[in-house]
């Protein structure tokens, strides 16, 4: 719910209307976990039943222009995207890692795909002719899910108060969903909370690129994650990961996916390349990542060396005691 508004600038009633659609996908979640049998068509199901339920919510409770609708069905996906394959796939293609970084991209495209497309088969039951009030056609072109959001406009809620405001339960349950404890979320949370509100600041800003803008962000996340684990050893990522979470690129590239199917029925639009975006997207975070990794890598490594000296040198020393040193071990 909370993604309504901090990852997709949407509004109070989308804030609602990704409320109301929520419970079938955390329902759908659940069975399939419990149940051998559905767990393998998890990637299937979810975005299918999401393509039922959205639908029923925009035409018989939250009435609305469909650019709304895709910060509804984005936010509910929001887990489900594949975010840190992008960025992790782009960044060990780099590092020298081809086979398992194209693996992953070619991963990440895929998931992105079965997304839309799972989603567009579940429209059909409920969300045919869907969008004929606000387009006025019938037919194909009015029953796939709609691909444009909303255009930023004076009665949005201020960047202020979402990134200043509304990140904390935002944050506080991504690291909860990370299994991380409430007495360790400190550090992790203040590199999520500072790299956001960096992100922020350079996009109202608006005297750079969002491409320039992002590899600013993601670097400087990285940086500030590399001072946690050189500080107490815990790992980076459980800092990085609510950041790419919330910036979420993959879903640029279900939005494109769908719009590839409403090019294929003659829907005029933005003329946008799901590959063209999902690299670019994806480069840019793992540019930044790949050069905040190469500046804290070599003092994280010294800084190991002497915890791992250390541990040797006090064979008497009880590593249970104290979070701390029990996370350096």
């Known amino acids: 719910m909370c993604a309504a508004i901090c990852a997709f600038s949407g509004s109070y009633e989308d804030f609602l209307a990704a409320g ?5 996908i955390s329902l759908t979640l659940r069975i399939s976990t419990r149940l051998k049998t559905l767990q393998r068509l998890e990637g299937v199901l979810i975005p299918t039943m999401l393509g039922l339920v959205v639908p029923i919510v925009w035409r018989y409770i939250i009435p609305t222009d469909p650019c709304h609708v895709v910060s509804w069905y984005l936010a509910c996906l929001l887990v489900f995207l594949p975010g840190s394959q992008l960025v992790y796939g782009a960044y060990e293609v780099e590092g020298g890692s081809i086979v398992t970084g194209g693996g992953r991209l070619i991963g990440a495209i895929v998931r992105c795909m079965f997304l839309a497309l799972g989603m567009s088969l579940g429209w059909q039951v409920f969300g045919h002719n869907a969008a004929t009030p606000y387009i006025h056609k ?6 796939i899910p709609p691909r444009e959001a909303c255009e930023p406009g004076p009665n949005d809620i ?3 108060i979402v990134f200043g405001l509304y990140n904390f339960p935002m944050l506080f349950f991504c690291l909860v969903g990370l299994n991380c404890r409430i007495r360790a979320m400190l550090g992790p949370f203040g590199v999520a909370y ?8 350079l996009r109202e800003w608006n005297e750079l690129p969002p491409t320039i803008v992002n590899i600013i962000t993601v670097f400087l996340s990285g940086c500030l994650g ?3 684990e050189y500080v107490t050893g815990t790992p980076k990522q459980v800092a990085l990961i609510p950041v790419v979470l919330i910036l979420a690129p993959g879903a640029g590239a279900v939005r494109d996916t769908l719009g590839g199917l409403h ?5 005029d639009g933005p003329n946008s390349h799901m590959w063209d975006g999902l690299v670019l997207e994806s480069g840019s975070y ?3 990542l790949y050069l905040a990794q ?6 994280i490594r010294k800084r190991s060396r002497s915890w791992a000296r250390e541990a040797e040198s006090s064979p008497d020393l009880d590593v249970t005691n104290g979070n701390e040193f029990t996370q350096r071990i």
């Open 286 to 288: 793992a540019f930044g």
């Open 158 to 160: 201020p960047w202020l």
């Open 20 to 24: 109301l659609c929520a419970p079938a």
């Open 263 to 267: 090019r294929s029925v003659y829907d």
């Open 226 to 228: 590399a001072i946690y």
């Open 138 to 143: 019938r037919g194909a072109i009015a029953s």
């Open 194 to 201: 500072l790299s956001l509100l960096a992100y922020i600041s």
């Open 294 to 299: 190469a500046i804290w890598r070599p003092l």
